[in-house]
């Protein structure tokens, strides 16, 4: 009864077009009437206390972190020098666009930034060159989701900040995956292109390639500076996001010479906004997270997941199909606060680890923002590129499905995460 009060008023809010955060609280605030506690005073101090961690500061600074690089030709630098070493090949644009999208995920860890970008900057040079506009919008959106995934992700913060997981043994682990879901682009990228006839780029010269790479080579440092300073403890994440941030402005404005202090004001005001949603989301889902624990909602999932639970591959693809139909409906940040306290109680008592489950979790989650029908990224690419939503959908479906397929081979060959993650961390 418990379960069925808390989905059903929560999707009736969010079916009456309530926005996703004040669902929560009107889940949250249903609970408290079956469960007989309402209170205001604990609805604020939860909700209050719900922000009030030092972790999620890492949120603000990365979202400011990617704005800086968007706006301050950091980002375009990265395309440039992608361009210049496989824009050649045939199908080139579209290695560019995987190899931009990787390094980019390695600089802001939010997927619609980085979908925002590439899209800008590639799609109109795909579809000059030739390229199918569905397909291309296809590949740049899956492209994106890669950025939650490849640390630093702020979906990993949130992931570690509700289950209570090292934030820096999820960044380590979450590295060779994304990679894995990058090289699965390219292939799958290769097969379709293998017939085309358009004529690609010349190849750059050797001084050109030197060029780009001496221009890009301020942001290729920073995720150098994240990835070494976690690892060495020199910094935790939330200090790497303010490090992160810091270093963006001063390569954005004193030495590309780009960002200029009338724009510095729109990007702090842009930084501050998607913060506020995130944030107020997360404090919103913290409510629910508290009377979830409460009606003790975790060990009735552990009963219906009881039959899998003696079998840790089967439990994670019960738990994985699970999550890729709640993505189909519902964005990644609300999916993981809602989620989460229900299934690391399960999870903690199947014994798998928490690490490769956070992974596993984010990549389902990273992909759920190109599955049909809400798609957050297949709209921004949509929107950024002057598409049709059915043009995007049909141009992804391929490369999604070999996310999938990579997500799913990583379940039944759970080494191929918990092995790098082992080597990363020491």
């Not at 996703?20 to 506690?37: H, P």
């Not at 030495?255 to 906004?273: N, P, S």
């Not at 738990?319 to 609300?334: E, F, K, N, R």
């Not at 990273?366 to 049909?394: C, E, F, H, Q, Y």
Request: glycine share 8%.
């Amino acid at each position: 009864m418990i379960i069925a009060v808390f989905l059903v008023s929560l999707l009736l809010a969010m079916a009456i077009g309530m926005p996703i955060s004040f669902a929560l609280l009107a889940s949250g605030v249903a609970l408290m009437w079956q469960l007989d506690l309402f209170d205001a005073q604990i609805l604020i101090q939860n909700l209050i206390g719900g922000a009030d961690s030092f972790p999620l500061l890492a949120v603000p600074f990365f979202m400011l972190a990617g704005e800086i690089m968007n706006v301050g030709g950091l980002s375009k630098r990265i395309v440039n020098l992608a361009l210049s070493l496989v824009g050649h090949v045939r199908g080139g644009l579209g290695y560019v666009t995987i190899m931009a999208g990787c390094l980019l995920s390695a600089l802001s860890g939010s997927a619609v930034a980085d979908a925002a970008a590439l899209t800008a900057l590639l799609l109109p040079m795909m579809v000059k060159a030739g390229h199918d506009k569905a397909q291309a919008g296809g590949l740049i959106a899956a492209t994106g989701v890669i950025g939650p995934v490849i640390p630093p992700s702020i979906g990993l913060v949130i992931f570690g900040v509700a289950a209570n997981v090292s934030i820096s043994k999820l960044f380590m682990a979450a590295i060779v995956p994304g990679l894995l879901i990058g090289g699965a682009l390219w292939v799958t990228w290769a097969w379709l292109v293998r017939r085309e006839k358009i004529l690609p780029p010349p190849r750059k010269s050797m001084r050109e390639v030197l060029a780009a790479a001496r221009e890009a080579s301020w942001a290729l440092l920073l995720p150098i500076i994240i990835l070494v300073g976690l690892r060495m403890g020199v910094f935790t994440p939330t200090e790497a996001a303010v490090v992160a941030a810091v270093y963006a402005f001063v390569v954005a404005t004193f030495v590309y010479r780009e960002l200029t202090l009338r724009q510095l004001y729109r990007v702090f005001v842009g930084a501050a906004k998607t913060s506020a949603i995130v944030m107020f989301l997360i404090a919103a889902a913290m409510v629910s997270a508290w009377l979830i624990t409460v009606a003790d909602l975790p060990s009735k999932v552990v009963g219906l997941l009881e039959p899998f639970m003696g079998n840790k591959i089967l439990l994670m693809t019960a738990i994985m199909v699970l999550v890729m139909v709640v993505g189909t409906a519902m964005d990644m940040t609300p999916t993981i606060l809602i989620l989460t306290p229900i299934l690391m109680p399960v999870v903690n008592a199947a014994g798998i680890d928490p690490v490769y489950f956070g992974v596993m979790f984010i990549i389902n989650n990273s992909i759920g923002l190109i599955t049909p029908p809400v798609g957050v990224v297949l709209n921004v690419v949509a929107g950024v590129g002057k598409m049709r939503m059915d043009d995007v959908t049909r141009g992804v479906m391929p490369f999604m499905l070999a996310e999938f397929a990579v997500m799913f081979l990583m379940i039944f060959f759970p080494i191929l995460v918990t092995g790098p993650a082992r080597w990363f961390h020491g």
